[in-house]
Each structure stands twice: as C-alpha cells, then as structure tokens.
Nanobody
Framework: QVQLVESGGGLVQTGGSLRLSCAYS????????MGWFRQAPGSQRELVAI???????NYGDSVKGRFTISKDNAKNTVYLQMSSLKPEDTADYYC???????????????????WGQGTQVTVSS
C-alpha cells in the first residue's frame, strides 16, 4: 500500500501559477504510475496528468501546454506545475498511483488504487 499526501492548493487569479506537491510513502515498489486527477463540483473525476516510471507522460486535453507533471525520487514527491490558470481549472486535485501492466497506462481513475485526500484549487476570474 502507498500513502499519498497532497499540498500546495489555494486561491490564485486567472493567468497565475501554482505548484501542487504529492508526497508518497509506503510500498512504492507496488506502483509504477503516478498521476493527478481533478474533480469539480457536479462533475466526474478527470485526468490531469500521469507520469510513468521511465518518464513517459500523458495529459488531459484541457491542460496540455499549461501543466507539467514531474517527480523527484530523492524527495519521494510528485509535482504538478500549473500555469496560465483559468477559472475552469477550479477543482479538488487528487494525487493517485497504481501498478500498470507493461505497454499500457490507464487514464481511468477507477484503475488507480491509491489516492490522496485532495487539495483544493480555486482560480478567480
């Protein structure tokens, strides 16, 4: 089991930037994919960004070119750098992790077995 703890959320103006952090611990050998998902009120949880061991990344269409996922293995932390923020980026952001089979990385939240408690991001217009 992997434990995930997010931090870094807050209130930011349109066009601003914010960096989220996800500290992970536990049986980290049981995972090879870490990601960020978000959920706005009344909406389904959606993919923001995922990062697989080895460095391959995948982003949700609405954040491509604005958000960057990265990982610091020495600090056991995954980051989500968010730039050019828009009001529609307002949501609860969740860190997630799972063990993906070779050659496939899921974009579906249901495949991710480990989740953090979430951190709220609000972008004011």
């Amino acid at each position: 089991q992997v434990q995930l703890v997010e931090s870094g959320g807050g209130l930011v103006q349109t066009g601003g930037s914010l960096r989220l952090s996800c500290a992970y611990s536990g049986n980290i050998r049981s995972i090879n994919v870490m990601g960020w998902f978000r959920q706005a009120p009344g909406s389904q949880r959606e993919l923001v960004a995922i990062l697989r061991d080895g460095g391959s990344t995948n982003y949700g269409d609405s954040v491509k070119g604005r958000f960057t996922i990265s990982k610091d293995n020495a600090k056991n932390t995954v980051y989500l750098q968010m730039s050019s923020l828009k009001p529609e980026d307002t949501a609860d952001y969740y860190c997630a992790a799972y063990l993906a089979p070779a050659g496939w990385t899921s974009r579906w939240p249901g495949d991710y077995g480990s989740w953090g408690q979430g951190t709220q991001v609000t972008v004011s217009s």
